[in-house]
């Protein structure tokens, strides 16, 4: 059935916080979990984990509470303590959910879209004895990424063989809320009382009602096109697919390749190699320009972030200004209490598809051939999820004279498997730094160009020791 004047076709339901009060039993269990570990389970590790599956949550568990458990086991122990809890206790109701769940269900071919584990989920709906009412059960666990990930909620329509644009998604979480409408979906925003939704969602829903009881998918307004996609450089999850926002990456990336094709000869080797996948792309860093000659060079997809820069405020100077509008950076601020939030958007870049530049050296330095050591975060984000490490090296831009030729050589991957363990991290760091050094080894200093050359390469430098060091032989 369509409702009249909405264009609505199916109902897609989220379940935790939606049709049952349950969040708080999850944060019980891994609550427990941890305290049986001698550790502490905060209101940042839940946050940290709302709306990840089963793979992404246990990892995220494991590597936050530093523990050697398993993300099999650790996803196993929780699994099996919420699936007890619905046994012993039932279903944790809220007031009036269920009722409307069938009513909607009977007019309308609805659908469960939920991160949980299938176990959980199936539960969750025998104890509330929705168990037949829906067309569709899916759980994140069977798609590649979990929410604000768009996956389960395409996956959910194309079950359905309803058309994303006219399916209502109803959710209670911001993770909910923003991966209903990346996958082109209406969203209702139903807060939930015990854990309500964090600032901004209400924002992004296309509605708000204050009780699932009071939501009437026939009575929606007409949609006045397809919902916007949220802002990909967000402080907490930044979207790699984003529409609004990927025209202006788009935008960066052509106006990267003008200017550097117009000013440098470029030659590319090696983009055979890069895995249509979520990378970290670790590259040498001669100069300002570098990422723009990486821009110029990579391939569009997977789509590109740079981490960083470290700053306070980006909204400060043009050149911050530029790269916050172009939506290429996952910037964090001086100190370290900005460093978890920053670990945040690096995981959720990969989650939805994208890859990670690093300037593994963390400075620009002047000889072409010099690698400096490689800082750890670089291993550190490939190991925490599970992408591998592309070593890239560019030649010939420690001096930006008008048709020098600029080389970029693209390495072999490194897999990056395991737990992100100190000797893990070590181990890694290492090897990427063998690769890049062998790219760069053998490439050759310039002397500086004429004026206007030695002006631009100096424009945006920023040198450690306050100007350029003498190239070390």
């Not at 050149?319 to 100190?335: A, E, F, I």
């Not at 004429?450 to 430098?461: A, H, I, S």
Request: with cysteine.
């Amino acid at each position: 059935m369509t409702a009249a004047g909405t264009g609505v076709e199916a109902v897609i339901f989220d379940l935790d916080g939606v049709i049952v009060d349950s969040e708080i039993w999850w944060d019980e269990a891994r609550r427990d979990f941890a305290a049986d570990r001698d550790r502490r389970w905060t209101e940042d590790d839940r946050v940290a984990v709302m709306g990840a599956n089963s793979r992404q949550w246990s990892r995220i568990m494991r590597d936050r509470l530093d523990i050697d458990d398993s993300p099999e086991s650790i996803e196993r122990a929780i699994v099996d303590a919420v699936v007890a809890r619905y046994r012993r206790d039932g279903a944790p109701r809220i007031d009036g959910a269920v009722e409307a769940v069938r009513r909607i269900a009977a007019r309308w071919p609805s659908a469960v879209a939920s991160s949980a584990h299938r176990e959980v989920i199936d539960a969750a709906l025998g104890a509330t004895g929705l168990i037949d009412t829906f067309r569709v059960v899916v759980s994140s666990d069977e798609v590649a990424h979990g929410k604000p990930a768009p996956d389960v909620y395409v996956e959910t329509a194309r079950r359905l063989g309803v058309p994303p644009e006219r399916c209502l998604v109803v959710e209670d979480s911001y993770n909910g809320v923003r991966a209903g409408r990346d996958a082109g979906m209406r969203v209702v925003l139903v807060p939930n009382a015990t854990i309500p939704p964090a600032p901004g969602t209400e924002a992004m829903a296309t509605t708000t009602v204050a009780r699932l009881a009071d939501l009437d998918p026939a009575s929606l307004p007409e949609p006045a096109g397809r919902p916007a996609p949220v802002d990909a450089t967000s402080s907490r999850h930044p979207r790699a697919d984003s529409r609004r926002h990927f025209g202006r990456y788009l935008f960066a990336r052509v106006v990267s390749w003008v200017l550097v094709h117009a000013y440098v000869r470029l030659r590319v080797e090696g983009r055979e190699k890069i895995p249509d996948a979520p990378v970290v792309y670790c590259f040498n860093h001669l100069n300002w320009s570098d990422p723009m000659i990486l821009l110029a060079s990579l391939p569009i997809r997977p789509r590109v972030f740079f981490f960083g820069p470290k700053e306070q405020d980006m909204s400060l100077g043009r050149r911050n200004r530029l790269m916050g509008w172009s939506n290429v950076t996952v910037p964090y601020k001086p100190g370290k209490d900005d460093m978890l939030d920053a670990a945040r958007r690096v995981r959720n870049v990969f989650a939805t598809g994208g890859a990670l530049a690093i300037a593994g050296e963390g400075r620009i330095h002047a000889g072409e051939s010099e690698l400096l050591p490689l800082e750890e975060g670089v291993a550190y984000f490939a190991l925490g999820s599970g992408v591998p490490i592309v070593p890239v090296a560019i030649s010939g831009s420690s001096w930006l004279r008008f048709g020098r030729r600029i080389r970029v050589r693209i390495g072999d991957p490194l897999p990056a498997t395991g737990r992100p363990t100190r000797d893990a991290v070590r181990r890694l760091t290492s090897a990427t730094w063998e690769a890049l050094h062998g790219l760069v080894a053998g490439a050759p200093d310039f002397p500086p160009p004429g004026r206007f050359g030695r002006w631009l390469t100096e424009r945006f430098n920023d040198w450690p020791e306050g100007s350029r060091p003498p190239v070390r032989r």
